[in-house]
């Protein structure tokens, strides 16, 4: 098609979905409004806005959220993951109110039910002896950074390319964003997702000068992509043959295995970050790994020093052991096997529509993605999909009551059942029915299988 048809079927479709969308949420425009006079764009965490502006909450209750407009979705977003128990879970709010009702919600001082909480995590995860808490999973990743480099005397890390590790500067991806220190980023080495032999390169020819080895064992902010079958035991072997750290970012993948990915998997990071389920929905992180290396941040060693205002407050330790305490492994089954369920389902639809949707994931996590080829990496997630059509297929989700975040990504909570699930599915059936006679006019080359 001509760019100008094309430019403008684009503008009718998305004036078709966008002025849906409006339709339903006038008040969510409204505050929108409101916030752009205090909030630059009326935005302060980009990765829930979208355009033309986003639903604003009121509410929220089980797996269910509700709009300033009094529109009910089924909520697939979760928080990026955070939110496995749902909403209002009961359990975490009594152990919220109790802490309030105490008047510790943060204090210059220890309360006990932080060791509780660190027990947790170093009983659920093998490789763990021993964790620090920090009040972001950036913080986790930037403390765990400065302990590796601290043991090794080195310098470099090595992260995967359209990896998400969070806002410390060392791994913003891309590295040539605006702000960053030119200094600092000439450490950081980028190398394909699931490549071992690039890995191995990278380490090659910087020999003796990698800290660490920064990985996710599930891509997921590039879109819950798994990594391929052995490539994680190859980063330990090859970040041990090199004496460099190997860091494991678990921020997301903790909730796929009781003893997270590296169980599953079969690894032993040296230190592993943790953020999202640990805390019961309040803002908390950790990481963790070897005694010998956890200890370089206690006061007795004095090698590093790590402190935080809130890092550890009785408020988040309360629900982060009340949250941590309802995950069993039979809890973990019975969401990964709903996030299967709804996986192959989309993928279904998708085939039997002739769309080349495809939907990656593992477990309680998927994320759809449309593009001409499989999506594997960080490559083939942020250079081949096709954003446009992702944006109308989000738009047109919400117009049909469900929530995920603009990527289309789907977290199953712990209230979802089967009956969720296909509500959700019809829900995507509806929409890519919607969408085919646009993807034809517009978009040919979606059309097939992938
Ligand atoms: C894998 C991974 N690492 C690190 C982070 C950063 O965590 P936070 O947003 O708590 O700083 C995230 C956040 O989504 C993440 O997904």
């Known amino acids: 098609m001509a760019a100008t048809a094309r430019d ?16 339903r949420t006038k008040r969510s425009y409204a505050v929108a409004q409101e916030a752009r ?23 929220a209750k089980d797996c269910r959220v509700y709009d300033e407009d009094g529109n009910e979705y089924l909520d ?3 928080c990026y993951t955070t939110m496995i128990l749902g909403h209002g879970n009961a359990g975490v709010n009594a152990a919220i109110k109790e802490q309030l009702d105490q008047g510790t919600l943060a204090l210059g001082a220890f309360k006990k039910n932080v060791v509780t909480w660190a027990q947790i995590l170093c009983e659920r995860v093998e490789s763990v002896e021993q964790v620090r808490f920090t009040c972001t999973g950036t913080e986790s990743v930037m403390m765990a950074i400065r302990a590796a480099r601290a043991l090794t005397g080195r310098d470099k890390i090595v992260v995967e390319y359209g990896g998400y590790h969070g806002a410390y500067d060392a791994v913003v991806f891309p590295p040539d964003s605006r702000g960053l220190p030119k200094s600092l ?4 080495i980028v190398v394909p997702y699931s490549d071992e032999a690039a890995l191995e390169r990278a380490l090659q020819e910087n020999k003796g000068k990698v800290a660490a080895v920064v990985l996710e064992g599930l891509m997921g902010a590039a879109g819950m992509i798994p990594a391929k079958k052995g ?14 750290i190997f860091i494991l970012d678990e921020i997301i993948s903790f909730r796929l295995d009781y003893g997270g990915i590296q169980h599953l998997e079969g690894v032993k990071p040296d230190l592993t970050t943790f953020g999202k389920i640990i805390a019961g929905g309040t803002a908390m992180a950790a990481f963790g790994g070897r005694r010998e290396l956890m200890q370089l941040y206690s006061p007795e060693s004095q090698v590093l020093h790590h402190a935080g205002t809130l890092n550890a407050n009785p408020l988040s330790a309360a629900a982060g052991v009340a949250m941590l305490k309802q995950i069993t492994p039979e809890f973990i089954a019975r969401i990964n096997a709903l996030g299967t369920s709804l996986r192959d389902g989309m993928n279904g639809i998708f085939r039997k529509a002739g769309v080349k949707g495809q ?13 001409p080829v499989p999506v594997v990496d960080g490559h083939t997630a942020r250079d081949t999909t096709n954003k446009e059509i992702l944006h109308l297929f989000h738009l047109s989700l919400l117009n ?11 977290c199953i909570s712990s209230p979802m059942s089967e009956r969720e699930v296909k509500t959700a599915l019809q829900a995507v059936e509806d929409a890519v029915r919607e969408l085919k006679p646009d993807i034809e006019r517009i978009w040919p080359d979606l059309l097939g299988t992938v």
Do not use: C
């Open 185 to 188: 980023m000439a450490d950081t």
């Open 231 to 244: 490539y994680l035991q190859a980063a330990r072997r090859l970040s041990t043959e090199h004496g460099a």
């Open 400 to 410: 049909r009551g469900i929530l995920t975040p603009e990527r289309a990504m789907f």
């Open 37 to 59: 006079k205090y909030l630059p764009g009326g935005d302060t965490r980009r990765s829930i806005f979208f355009f033309p502006y986003p639903i604003w909450i009121d509410h």
């Open 359 to 371: 939907v990656t994931g593992m477990g309680s996590l998927s994320n759809v993605h449309f593009g």
């Open 76 to 78: 697939f977003h979760n």
């Open 8 to 23: 403008k079927a684009l503008a009718e479709v998305t004036s078709r979905i966008e002025g849906e969308y409006r339709k």
